[in-house]
């Protein structure tokens, strides 16, 4: 049997998007119009690299252009911070109180300023923002004890989460900071992979929650989601969870910074790819983010 030829890659200039699978360069207009028309964008980040930061801006404020009727959901922000983000929206904090209050250091810990344009993006064009994440003592307890260990009091609002498909674990096992070789011992991956679903659910279901309360009479928003690439790729992670809650007219676009592209005809990494430019290094975490919440916390 003869092997599949792998085909050449192609050149990816800056400024344009190309399509993951074929390698054509696609027309931004056309691209832009139907991601519009989607329930759920979402934007998958390299958290230290502000300039995918200002992309995700970019495309946000073309989608508003085109969709105005809009929310954005931040992986960033615990459920429980829900009602400062509100406060923020609604002008009611200055950007100093605002970053206090939602405990930015201790829930997320990148320097703020590589997200504060999206943030008062929202607060100027009053685009509601959504809290996705879930308390992050649930992500330990669930990745060591098991779904089925957590009191329902004590699961955040969420829903167990649809199992993994084997393409998601192989993906996983060479993915970034987060890499869990096959000679890992099979307790170690099994509990790396309850916590990545655990975070990939709480997205799908504080986006799907957000969709859900909007009164049937009404028009839909679309959801622009913020979040890590590793929950978006391949369709795996949180598309994967949002399918399973019946959310499927979905869509994840990404960056790259290489000049060029290796189509993969046989799977899709996302719907689209934009070619963006790095002018400066990596930011610095400045902070960890605390693993402990108070009770009260994580029953709010």
Not at 43 to 51: F, Q, S, V
Request: proline content about 9%; hydrophobic content about 40%.
């Amino acid at each position: 049997m003869s092997e599949t030829v792998k085909p050449s890659a192609v050149a990816h200039p800056r400024a344009t998007w190309i399509d993951p699978v074929s390698g054509k360069i696609l027309s931004f207009k056309p691209l832009m119009q139907e991601m519009a028309s989607k329930s759920v964008v979402m934007l998958g980040e390299t958290h230290d690299i502000a300039e995918i930061h200002r992309w995700q801006l970019h495309v946000a404020a073309t989608l508003y252009a085109l969709r105005p009727n809009m929310m954005m959901g931040f992986e960033m922000f615990p459920r429980r911070l829900q009602p400062v983000l509100d406060e923020w929206v609604d002008g009611r904090l200055d950007t100093e109180t605002f970053l206090k209050k939602s405990e930015w250091l201790d829930v997320w810990g990148f320097p703020a300023e590589i997200y504060l344009p999206l943030f008062h993006f929202c607060r100027q064009q009053k685009i509601r923002m959504l809290a996705l994440n879930c308390y992050r003592e649930l992500v330990s307890r669930v990745g060591k004890l098991g779904w089925n260990a957590i009191p329902e009091t004590e699961r955040d609002g969420l829903t167990p989460a649809a199992p993994a498909t084997g393409a998601y674990y192989a993906h996983l096992a060479s993915y970034g900071n987060h890499r869990k070789p096959d000679d890992t011992p099979a307790p170690d991956r099994e509990r790396f992979m309850r916590a990545m679903q655990t975070w990939d659910r709480a997205f799908a279901c504080n986006m799907a929650h957000a969709l859900h309360e909007i009164p049937p009479a009404d028009p839909k928003p679309i959801i622009i989601g913020i979040i890590g690439r590793g929950h978006l790729e391949y369709g795996h992670g949180t598309p994967y969870q949002l399918a399973d809650l019946g959310i499927t007219d979905t869509a994840v676009l990404l960056t790259s910074d290489k000049p060029e592209w290796q189509p993969e005809p046989d799977r899709k990494i996302a719907d689209a790819i934009f070619r963006i430019d790095t002018p400066e290094p990596r930011a610095t975490r400045i902070a960890m983010p605390k693993n402990r919440e108070s009770k009260q916390a994580q029953n709010e």
